[in-house]
């Protein structure tokens, strides 16, 4: 009994094993992303064909070979599954990132943009202060070179009509000079004249008297 349930379990082995020989050949060279379905497919194929021939020859063992292939087909579909999520989140991940990136750098331009624009400003503000500082300095050294010209003018006048006032008080003052000059004289004059008159009468006079006595 044990011989004649032995040799149809290694007949529908080896049939098996000589059926996928060259499906599994090929998925042996065959990328992941291909041979991973495929070879669930070629698994599957299998853990039917050995559930039916446990069923038909009444083998347990063919059965079990079955349930335990169908068994880790289930489990490496559970695995690809995850994989397959995993991936997904990885590439939505690195989406994201390069999303994130990108919008950094984004902002990271536009702050470049702002900085270099307000340092634009800066430096035309700072442009326009100092022309206004020149323009103002150069507005006050004008109004005070005015007020030191007008003060000057003033000094001026003063001195000149200072001058002026001096020199028509020196001409006042030789003018009577010459008028108490000339009234000196004049009563010198007037002095000597009458002097002279005096000794004019006084020799007259004895004239006179010499006369009366001849």
């Known amino acids: ?15 098996i094993k000589l059926a996928r020989l060259p499906a599994d050949t090929a998925l042996r060279a ?11 497919a070629v698994d599957r194929a299998d853990a039917a064909v050995r559930s039916a021939a ?21 489990e490496r579909r559970r695995a690809q599954k995850l994989r397959a999520r995993a ?8 989406e994201q990132a390069e999303k994130a990136r990108a919008e950094a750098e984004k902002r990271r331009r536009l702050a470049d943009q702002e900085a270099k624009r307000k340092r634009e400003h800066a430096q035309e503000r700072r442009e326009q202060e100092r022309t206004e500082a020149k323009k103002a300095k150069k507005q006050r ?3 005070a070179q005015k007020r030191a010209d007008k003060e000057r003018d003033k000094l001026q006048d003063r001195a000149q009509a200072g001058r002026l006032d001096a020199l028509e008080a020196k001409a006042g003052a030789l003018k009577e ?3 108490a000059l000339t009234e000196a004289d004049e009563a010198q ?11 004019e009468r006084k020799r007259v006079s004895g004239g006179l008297h010499s006369n009366g006595r001849d």
């Not at 009994?1 to 049939?15: F, R, Y």
């Not at 000597?192 to 000794?199: M, T």
Request: hydrophobic share 40%; proline share 6%.
């Open 1 to 15: 009994m044990t011989a004649l349930k032995e040799i149809p379990k290694a007949t529908v082995s080896g049939a």
């Open 30 to 40: 065959a990328p992941e992303s291909v041979a991973s379905p495929a070879g669930l």
């Open 54 to 74: 446990g069923t038909a020859l009444r083998d347990p063992e063919l059965r079990d070979e079955a349930a335990r292939l169908r068994k880790a087909i289930a």
């Open 87 to 94: 991936s997904e989140r990885t590439e939505e991940g690195e």
């Open 141 to 143: 050294k004008e109004a």
């Open 177 to 179: 000079r010459e008028r």
């Open 189 to 199: 004059r007037l002095k000597d004249a009458a002097a002279r008159a005096k000794q």
